[in-house]
């Protein structure tokens, strides 16, 4: 059984815990808030749990062996780094990190202190998303994809009234792309690996951070467009664009309906895909079977495999705010 520790107690927290113990695999045993009540109210309804209002006594739970980390962004890596110290497994919830360095500090010290780090990007341990990987031809075969997420944050009506909510904010490394954009750039490298060049053209809003934008990803013989946003709304599908015909995906960051249209052969052809009431349900019970056993060689090289993906990720997603001129205050650090 994994011993769970969890930082942040909002909406997303829930729903991973849920998902945890849905597996069978996990037990809540521990909360931290900066308040008490605010740690009481959350951890409540999962039976003994024991709370924490610090970080050095929450992460010096002997009997705590993994924390889920979903607080604000910039405060990622500070957090897991005390977690890795205390040879604690870390899953941070995506964006893991704001930087290069951070990511790559994380992924040394990790290794080092033998213990694993999961950037908690869940799109890519659902099966419809791994239906859409075994269906996809060689990339010679691909010549483009058009991927879009974009949903209005009722947040935005903060910046509206003159204030800098956290996911809107360069000091708490916010904004569009560091946030929903995440899901179509994870999807792009899953599928079609690390990209030659990325930009990014997106709109900034009066915190300094990007509202909605739109970016490519160039790969050696095609393009994928990314668009995301939190200041309006999308109801665009995504599509992969093959040299027999087209694959339209409902959308990438969870897929529930995928439909081939086959050019060649005049046909239209539905995949098979089913999608979780609980979406986190599947990358939960990825990260178990991985910490249960630590000594698997096949789960071993999945592991090293996302988290490769993660660094590239990571990087993209620098890159392209670079790009724009998005400056977070990690940069400087």
Request: no cysteine; proline share 3%; glycine share 8%.
């Amino acid at each position: 059984m994994i011993n769970l520790g969890i930082i942040g107690t909002n909406w997303i927290t829930d729903q991973f815990v849920q998902a945890a113990q849905e597996t069978g695999k996990y037990q809540l045993t521990a909360v931290y808030s900066r308040k008490l009540e605010t740690a009481q109210k959350f951890g409540e309804k999962y039976g003994d749990v024991e709370y924490a209002t610090d970080l050095n006594t929450f992460f010096g739970m002997e009997h705590l062996n993994t924390v889920y980390i979903a607080s604000p962004n910039s405060l990622h890596f500070e957090q897991a780094k005390q977690g890795i110290l205390a040879g604690k497994n870390v899953i941070v919830e995506k964006p893991a990190f704001s930087t290069p360095k951070e990511m790559d500090e994380i992924i040394k010290l990790a290794n080092q202190q033998r213990v694993f780090f999961f950037e908690a990007a869940r799109n890519i341990h659902e099966k419809a998303f791994k239906t859409v990987t075994d269906f996809l031809p060689l990339k010679d075969q691909i010549i483009g994809a058009d991927f879009s997420f974009m949903k209005y944050s009722s947040r935005y009506d903060q910046v509206l009234d003159g204030q800098e909510p956290n996911i809107f904010s360069p000091h708490f490394s916010g904004g569009a792309l560091a946030d929903l954009g995440v899901y179509p750039i994870y999807a792009a490298l899953a599928w079609f690996g690390m990209p030659r060049e990325s930009v990014y053209f997106g709109q900034k809003i009066s915190t300094g951070v990007d509202g909605i934008g739109t970016g490519i990803l160039r790969y050696e013989n095609f393009d994928v467009t990314i668009r995301t946003g939190k200041i309006g709304d999308s109801f665009q599908q995504s599509e992969i664009y093959l040299m027999n015909g087209t694959l339209v995906l409902n959308a990438v960051n969870s897929i529930s309906e995928v439909v081939f249209y086959d050019r060649d052969h005049h046909r239209r052809e539905k995949l098979s895909v089913h999608q979780l009431e609980n979406p986190m349900i599947e990358e939960a019970e990825e990260f178990a079977r991985v910490i249960l056993n630590p000594t698997d060689r096949n789960l071993g090289t999945d592991y090293e495999a996302w988290v490769e993906l993660s660094r590239n990720v990571n990087q993209v997603i620098y890159d392209m705010r670079k790009s724009v001129g998005i400056i977070f205050d990690a940069d400087e650090k």
